[in-house]
């Protein structure tokens, strides 16, 4: 099999992970009403899914750095499955946020391997389109796995979901095994040298960066189901048309963003979607009580974040390329831990001053990780001016 088609398998992956994350944004409001607490509390079901991955992700990376990739994926996804046949099967919310922990655990290994394994059996000067491919199939989730969420969650129920991701992960697991071949694990990595990368200034801006452009996605996202219908007041029945546009947005974005790096450089690419996802977000909310605009917008914003994972990723490649694993491994952590915060501070805003402020923290949360952008390449382009000199 060629290995642009090994990296769809990935992809493939990705996109039940991602689902399994996101999905949760799409029926927010059903697991509230289903679990009798209110929409924040619920919202928390991804500040603890995030911080789990974050935690257990580098701790799971380091203990397994020898292990052969194709096996880990298969141990991992293992682990995944059983965390979505758990949230079905559970009934309590407390058990429902234990499954959440058990499912982050290995969707954090999956999605972090898949990364590695993309960037190592991809030719020449593809690399970064190769990790925007399975970065497409986390997104992809948004394009179907969160639109068909929220449509069998109406049919049936919302655990009927999770029931599906794990057969889905069942046959997952089989493509997997005749799909890729044996891939060589890396040198091992003491967890605290790997933390070590952290007093490294060029490795904590890059960071940085992720942690405020994904907090301020963040922010707005995961509360985007009650905003449309709270706020923008549109019908039930058209949620799922929404959540579907956002998504293919998201996957075009992606796509964009990893050839717009390969071909434009990482600082145009992250400048200009940065540049693009501020205008939406800012936008948003005076264009949300007409739905045209407002899908226009949401499309814009979707399209303008994700078109930065790629490129971000691959960013944070090109700052210590001999520890490629290893910074991949920290960027996952630190997207997840801006997830959680993104998740903690939007339900802070929504509880204390509304549901339609979620837009404008989201904007503060980008505006600061494009500073970040804007110093990280100044000082590349300083020090090259002196080397060259």
Known sequence: MASVWKVYVLALVSFLVGTSEYIISGILDQIAAAMGVSVAVAGQLITVFSLAYAIGTPIIMAATAKLDRRKLMLYALGLFIVGNLLSFALSSFELFLAARIVMALGAGTVVVTALSIAAKIAPPGKQASSIATVTMGFTASLIIGVPLGRIIASALDWKAVFLGIGLAGLLAMLILALAIPPVQGDAPVPLLKQFALLKNPKVALGL???????????????????????FAKIPEGLLSAALLAFGIAS???????????????????????????????????????????????????????????PTQQYNLVTVMPESSGVMLSLNQSTMQLSMAAGAGVGGIAVTHVSLSSITWFGVAGVFI?????LFMFKVKARKAAIETA
């Open 369 to 373: 990780a494009m500073l970040a952008v």
């Open 208 to 230: 940085t960066i992720t942690f405020f452009w994904l907090g301020g996605y963040s922010i707005a996202y995961t509360y985007i189901s009650p905003y449309l219908l709270e």
């Open 251 to 309: 996957l075009f974005g992606s796509k964009v963003g990893g050839y717009s790096a390969d071909k434009r450089g990482i600082a145009a690419t992250l400048i200009g979607g940065m540049g693009l996802h501020l205008f939406s977000l800012a936008v948003l909310p005076f264009v949300a009580q007409s739905i045209p605009m407002l899908f226009l917008f949401l499309i814009l914003w979707s399209f303008a974040a994700w078109s930065t994972g």
